[in-house]
Antibody
Framework: EVQLVESGGGLVQPGRSLRLSCAAS????????MFWVRQAPGKGLEWVSG????????GYADSVKGRFTISRDNAKNSLYLQMNSLRVEDTALYYC??????????????WGQGTLVTVSS | DIQMTQSPSTLSASVGDRVTITCRAS??????LAWYQQKPGKAPKLLIY???TLESWVPSRFSGSGSGTEFTLTISSLQPDDFATFYC?????????FGQGTKLDIK
């Protein structure tokens, strides 16, 4: 069974940094692209970032480009999101997510339960 | 970046109704489109990928169609379990983008 467990969320002041982690299990991690998707309270889904299986292809939403960095460690079955210069509007539940296909990036099949990031002074 | 526009934002319908949700892309995405269903307090679930291919758990009353810039999600006969929020997402190119969502509620 696929499991994605996020950690690292919390309350942080504007302008500060936070690093999210996602521990993956139940599948061959280094076969799949991975993603971060966020959802602000009461709002819709926003795709944040994606990374291919070998880190050769990386993308970011315009809203986070230059501030957030996605990375992965295939030896540790882990995905990361380094978030710098955080803003109030970054407040959201952050989901770690797995590609549907081993030949992706494609659609998102599996989701974690999310970790809540609150940016407030 | 590719913008995804869903309509309607809210849809009120009754059990047994046929409903259609539309998603338009600001440029061609070929068939790189997925539909997700989300219920309150839960993570989204993938319904359809490649515009029209149903995930294995999805009942046949759901269908997807379209290519290029215009896509639809249709539920042929609404069941009580179908009331939720639906999102389209393009995965033709980074950055991927979601539509703003369609909340389907009970009339």
């Amino acid at each position: 069974e696929v499991q994605l467990v996020e950690s690292g969320g919390g309350l942080v002041q504007p302008g500060r940094s936070l690093r999210l982690s996602c521990a993956a299990s139940g599948f061959t991690f280094d076969d799949y692209a991975m993603f971060w998707v966020r959802q602000a309270p009461g709002k819709g889904l926003e795709w944040v970032s994606g990374i291919s299986w070998n880190s050769g292809r990386i993308g970011y939403a315009d809203s986070v480009k230059g501030r957030f960095t996605i990375s992965r460690d295939n030896a540790k079955n882990s995905l990361y999101l380094q978030m710098n210069s955080l803003r109030v509007e970054d407040t959201a539940l952050y989901y770690c997510a797995k590609d549907r296909s081993a030949v992706g990036p494609t659609a998102i099949l599996s989701w974690g339960q999310g970790t809540l990031v609150t940016v407030s002074s | 970046d590719i913008q995804m526009t869903q309509s309607p934002s809210t849809l009120s319908a009754s059990v047994g109704d046929r409903v259609t949700i539309t998603c338009r892309a600001s440029q061609s995405i070929n068939r790189g489109l997925a539909w997700y269903q989300q219920k309150p307090g839960k993570a989204p679930k993938l319904l359809i990928y490649k515009a029209s291919t149903l995930e294995s758990w999805v009942p046949s009353r759901f269908s997807g169609s379209g290519s290029g810039t215009e896509f639809t999600l249709t539920i042929s006969s609404l069941q009580p379990d179908d009331f939720a929020t639906f999102y389209c997402q393009q995965y033709n190119s980074f950055p991927y983008t979601f539509g703003q969502g369609t909340k389907l509620d009970i009339k």
